[in-house]
């Protein structure tokens, strides 16, 4: 399958800084790709649909000046944590699409904010 | 509206035995795609399979099975001979075919298997 990868695997940070989250498709090209939020045993939560060459598309609730999106090209997005407070602690996940409609998904960045 | 219900929160069961995730769908479209995801506890989701909904055919893998029925909305997930391995969170999704939109995910499965 396609394989997709994310960087870094996990950050600790101090509260009021940022944090860039990378997601690279490496074997293929991605016109879209997805950020989830994913709280411990619970589901994924779609935070944001990000598309290559455009804005991206939040889901109700996200702040977009708090996780600011940019899919500069067919193989990079970005999730840049902006101000970042405790309660942004979390895991992020990636994922992106193929042309097939099957996302694949990032191995995930879990970020500790201090 | 669309929709995914695993209603099966947390399943525990001993190594060899035979094990079935349960998973059914709400969808008004005539064509979508179902897939199960699995999430080890290195948090990693690994694609499993996707179903078109125009392919009710079973399919096996392995130990891996899957159970499509349309009649019934569900495309149920089977483990022959669990191993330790298998232990993982488990998802079912559905998308509308062609939708430049999100996956709808279940709620997960946990599956715990004891040596």
């Known amino acids: 399958g396609a394989v997709v990868s994310q960087h870094p695997s996990r950050v600790i940070c101090k509260s009021g800084t940022s944090v860039k989250i990378e997601c690279r498709s490496l074997?293929?090209?991605?016109?879209?790709m997805f950020w989830y939020r994913q709280f411990p045993k619970k589901s994924l939560m779609l935070m944001a649909t990000s598309n290559e060459g455009s804005k991206a598309t939040y889901e109700q609730g996200v702040e977009k000046d708090k996780f600011l999106i940019n899919h500069a090209s067919l193989t990079l997005s970005t999730l840049t944590v902006t101000s970042a407070h405790p309660e942004d602690s979390s895991f992020y996940i990636c994922?992106?699409?193929?042309?097939?409609?099957?996302?694949?998904f990032g191995p995930g960045t879990r970020l500790t904010v201090l | 509206a669309q929709k995914v219900t695993q209603a099966q929160t947390e399943i525990s069961v001993v190594e060899k035995e035979d094990v079935t995730l349960d998973c059914v769908y709400e969808?008004?479209?005539?064509?979508?795609?179902l897939f199960w995801y699995k999430q080890p506890p290195s948090g990693e989701l690994v694609f499993l399979i996707r179903r078109n909904s125009f392919d009710e055919q079973n399919e096996i893998s392995g130990r891996y099975s899957w159970n499509f029925q349309k009649s019934t909305s569900s495309f149920n997930f089977t483990i022959t001979a669990s191993q330790v391995v298998d232990s993982a969170v488990y998802f079912c999704?559905?998308?509308?075919?062609?939708?430049?939109?999100?996956?709808?995910f279940g709620k997960g499965t946990k599956l715990s298997v004891k040596p």
């Open positions: 999704a559905l998308i509308r075919r062609g939708s430049q939109g999100n996956l709808i």
């Open positions: 994922s992106a699409r193929t042309g097939t409609d099957t996302q694949y």
């Open positions: 074997d293929f090209q991605a016109t879209t």
């Open positions: 969808t008004r479209d005539t064509t979508y795609y």
